[in-house]
């Protein structure tokens, strides 16, 4: 049973282009949640997809979208890169009412 | 507003000695999940408890302990006769009624030989 599947692995960006980063839940899970996590700082929400659609969004800018397909995955993009947004990008998946997530192990994104 | 507070920024022990972690967490909900992640050099989260916040039992695992206390809104984590393996950053979470988690500012363990 594969967990959370998350691509790719490494990234490294020129500032001011874009980005896609994908995410494949665990088997059964439907709800997809997208972290970022800078160096020496805790996770920070990004947004939850459930049912294709943004349910819950936390403090980042619009330059920050996602979207969530019939089979459940993910992509996060992020447009016009700036150097702050240099981190590691995990993707948690759950069931849509329930408490248990199960974390992949991330996107590494450097913007240069 | 949700709030996880993890006061001890990094840890240095000797192996084989017995270390805590801290945690604090504010909410107004009655409701509510409280985690503790590991997180390795490779990234990946690793999940190692959750409690919910009607059930106030201590629980052992192994070397690994922790005393949840509402009283004190604390959820502490207790690794006894540390090892070299277990270092790694240190995350507490909760998770309520906005159905996401909130991650404090993690502990970095580091245990030496």
């Known amino acids: 049973d594969a967990g959370v599947t998350q691509s790719p692995t490494h990234l490294i960006k020129t500032r001011g282009q874009q980005v896609t980063l994908r995410c494949s839940p665990k088997s059964g899970h439907d709800t997809v949640s997208w972290y970022q996590q800078a160096l020496g700082q805790g996770p920070q929400f990004i947004f939850q997809y459930y049912e294709e659609e943004e349910r819950q969004r936390g403090n980042f800018p619009d330059r920050f979208s996602g979207h969530q397909f019939p089979n459940y995955s993910s992509e996060l993009n992020v447009n016009a890169l700036l150097l702050g947004d240099s981190a590691l990008y995990l993707c948690?998946?759950?069931?849509?009412?329930?408490?248990?997530?199960?974390f992949g192990s991330g996107t590494r994104l450097t913007v240069v | 507003a949700q709030k996880v507070t993890q006061a001890q920024t990094e840890i240095s022990v000797v192996e084989k000695e017995d270390v805590t972690l801290d945690c604090v967490y504010e909410t107004r909900d009655t409701t509510y999940y409280l985690f503790w992640y590991k997180q390795p050099p490779s990234g990946e989260l690793v999940f190692l408890i959750r409690r919910n916040s009607f059930d106030e039992q201590n629980e052992i695992s192994g070397r690994y302990s922790w005393n949840f206390q509402k009283s004190t809104s604390s959820f502490n984590f207790t690794i006894t006769a540390s090892q070299v393996v277990d270092s790694a950053v240190y995350f507490c979470?909760?998770?309520?009624?906005?159905?996401?988690?909130?991650f404090g500012s993690g502990t970095r363990l580091s245990i030496r030989p």
């Open positions: 948690a998946s759950s069931l849509a009412y329930g408490d248990g997530y199960t």
């Open positions: 979470a909760q998770y309520s009624s906005a159905s996401k988690i909130i």
